[in-house]
T-cell receptor, first 113, second 111 residues
Framework: KAGVTQTPRYLIKTRGQQVTLSCSPI?????VSWYQQTPGQGLQFLFE???????NKGNFPGRFSGRQFSNSRSEMNVSTLELGDSALYLC????????????FGEGSWLTVV | GESVGLHLPTLSVQEGDNSIINCAYS??????FIWYKQESGKGPQFIID?????DKRQGQRVTVLLNKTVKHLSLQIAATQPGDSAVYFC??????????FGQGTELSVKP
């Protein structure tokens, strides 16, 4: 069974641009959540989608958005990139039941220059 | 607010010794906890989890202990190996289902 797959793995963007990251969850999983990891702030929750609906949201500005498709695949978008958005963006999937295991992908490394 | 914190940022152990990584959490209502291992350049890898109705759970070479009285969680790794070198995160799940992570402990295994 394939794990959580994220694309692209690495990307470099310029300030002011926007970026879209993609995540394919484990087969059968309907919940996809996104986390940002930086050396200074650690792992922080961005949002969670379940059955195409945003179910939970962290404390990030509106420049960070996401969506989920009917096949449970998810994308997150960051608009008007800032240098501080440079981070590892991690996608995680679960079956959506509270208290069930959450599995992470390898992440997308975003560098903003 | 809610937070999960690790007591030690780094831990160095000799190969073959047992390792203990500690974690404190602040939300007494949390009822699900997970330990993740993150190797350089990779995403967090699930190690073991525990629910609040348990005090101890064992896996292969790993044991998680939960002390709800003092809101403390620990991960014990038996016979630590070089491949165990990584950053270890504890995480608590809040009532909404999101994970709140500690800052991580870097485990270094000396041969």
């Amino acid at each position: 069974k394939a794990g959580v797959t994220q694309t692209p793995r690495y990307l470099i963007k310029t300030r002011g641009q926007q970026v879209t990251l993609s995540c394919s969850p484990i087969s059968g999983h309907r919940s996809v959540s996104w986390y940002q990891q930086t050396p200074g702030q650690g792992l922080q929750f961005l949002f969670e989608y379940f059955s195409e609906t945003q179910r939970n949201k962290g404390n990030f500005p509106g420049r960070f958005s996401g969506r989920q498709f009917s096949n449970s695949r998810s994308e997150m978008n960051v608009s008007t990139l800032e240098l501080g958005d440079s981070a590892l963006y991690l996608c995680a999937s679960s079956d959506g039941t509270l208290g069930n295991t959450i599995y992470f992908g390898e992440g997308s490394w975003l560098t903003v220059v | 607010g809610e937070s999960v914190g690790l007591h030690l940022p780094t831990l160095s152990v000799q190969e073959g010794d047992n390792s203990i990584i500690n974690c404190a959490y602040s939300n007494s209502a949390s009822d699900y906890f997970i330990w993740y291992k993150q190797e350089s350049g990779k995403g967090p890898q699930f190690i073991i989890d525990i629910r609040s109705n348990m005090d101890k759970r064992q896996g292969q070479r790993v044991t998680v202990l939960l002390n709800k009285t003092v809101k403390h969680l620990s991960l014990q790794i038996a016979a630590t190996q070089p491949g165990d070198s990584a950053v270890y995160f504890c995480a608590e799940m809040d009532q909404g289902g999101k994970l709140i992570f500690g800052q991580g402990t870097e485990l270094s295994v000396k041969p």
